[in-house]
């Protein structure tokens, strides 16, 4: 009696145990493939975020060419500016000079007409 019951025991106890080992090692792949699967998601949302890095810097150089080509485009119109400033200052500068000439050239035409005049006039008579 206590060997059937001892040898009862002894075969649950067996069960138990193959019960045991083949949770144990479902336990184990189940966590696996949960860490697989968690690690894939990660690496997904690390991916994801690599892509959108590396467009992010393709853009930026993109972004910052076009600042520089914008800025030597700026500097040529500046520069342009700056020759037609200094051509219409040049401009106004010689039509100055011009009315300048004008005048002088009124004085001194205006000068000879008197000192002609006063030539041309008798001299009055001389007291003595």
């Known amino acids: 009696m206590f060997n059937g019951l001892l040898k009862e025991h002894e075969e649950k106890q067996a069960a138990l145990r193959e019960e045991n080992d083949r949770l144990g090692k479902a336990a ?3 966590i696996a493939k949960l860490t697989d699967t968690l690690v894939d998601q990660l690496n997904s949302g690390v ?8 467009e992010i810097e393709t853009q930026s150089r993109a972004l910052q060419t076009e600042a520089v080509r914008f800025s030597q485009q700026t500097d040529k119109w500046m520069k342009s500016v700056q020759t037609y400033d200094t051509a219409v200052k040049e401009i106004g500068d010689f039509e100055n ?8 050239m009124q004085t001194v035409a205006t000068a000879l007409e008197n ?14």
């Not at 991916?47 to 590396?54: C, G, N, Y």
């Not at 000079?97 to 002088?104: L, S």
Request: hydrophobic share 35%; no cysteine; proline share 9%.
């Open 97 to 104: 000079w011009m009315k300048t000439m004008e005048w002088d």
């Open 47 to 54: 991916s994801e975020a690599f892509e959108v890095q590396k």
């Open 28 to 30: 184990t792949a189940s």
């Open 115 to 128: 000192v002609a005049s006063h030539r041309a006039q008798p001299a009055p008579p001389q007291r003595s």
